[in-house]
């Protein structure tokens, strides 16, 4: 049985979605916009639930309208919110590099910042013992309640500058 993980944003309200399109066991952690930090409890509790359970895939997914990152490309209502500030200035600078890059703007920085996030969190799971796990990043489409892969890290790379 295909065992799974998805990193959730709660105002996407997605966890009966999921069940419904991905066959299997379904473990879920939901922080806004994915906004948590891979601090070392944070990592910890999710190891052990990696191995627990031996989970094979994990997801970090988010709707294409998702609530936090419509604030923080707008109004930043909910900047005030613990951990949100640091997202919101990464979110905005992904949305600025995606402006220039692509006609599908939203898209192109939610795969940014799912990227960042999930380089972030493979080198905090590098340690993990006897364990593969792939990690992916899954945004949600409400129109045709479809989920659909980011952006490669191939296509969302970074901009390097040498002096």
Avoid: W
Avoid at 43 to 48: G, Q, T
Avoid at 92 to 99: F, P, V
Avoid at 135 to 151: A, L, P, Q, T, W
């Amino acid at each position: 049985m295909r065992k799974s993980l998805f990193l959730i944003c709660p105002t996407d309200r997605l966890e009966p979605v999921i069940n419904n399109i991905f066959e299997g066991e379904n473990y879920f952690y939901a922080s806004l916009g994915n906004s948590f930090d891979t601090d070392s409890e944070t990592m910890e509790s999710l190891k052990e639930l990696i191995y627990k359970h031996h989970i094979e895939n994990i997801y970090f997914v988010l709707s294409s309208d998702n609530q936090i990152i419509s604030d923080a490309l707008e109004g930043q209502v909910y900047s005030d919110i613990k951990g949100l500030k640091s997202s919101y200035q990464v979110i905005d600078k992904e949305h600025s590099n995606a402006a220039l890059q692509t006609k599908n703007q939203r898209f192109t920085s939610l795969s940014y910042y799912l990227n960042k996030k999930i380089n972030k969190f493979q080198e905090a799971l590098s340690n993990l013992p006897h364990h593969s796990v792939r990690v992916d990043g899954k945004i949600f489409n409400r129109k045709s309640n479809s989920f659909e892969s980011i952006y490669s890290d191939l296509i969302c790379i970074q901009k390097v500058s040498l002096n």
